[in-house]
C-alpha cells in the first residue's frame, strides 16, 4: 500500500510508475526495470512523495533529460510543485 499525498492509501501499482517513466523518454526495458527496482525497495506505507523521489533518482542517473521531462509534466500538466 502506498499513502497518497491527501492520506489516502492505495495499493502500489507498478504500472503507473512505467508509464509515468516512457513519458518522461525512458525506454519500456528501462522503465518497468526502474518500477521493479522501486517495488523491491517500497514498504506498507510508502508515501508517493519518497516513490517520486526514488524514480526521479534513477532517471536522472540514466539519463538527466528524462528526470527534466518528468519534472516539466509534474509541474505544468498536473500542476504540482516540485
Known sequence: MVKKRDGRKEPFVAEKIVVS???SGAPPDIA???ASEIERLAVDGIATNEIK???LVTLKA???E???NWMVFD???KKRPE
Open 21 to 23: 517513466a516512457i513519458k
Open 32 to 34: 518497468r526495470m526502474i
Open 53 to 55: 523521489k526514488r524514480v
Open 62 to 64: 540514466k539519463n538527466p
Open 66 to 68: 528524462w528526470e527534466r
Open 75 to 77: 509541474t505544468a500538466v
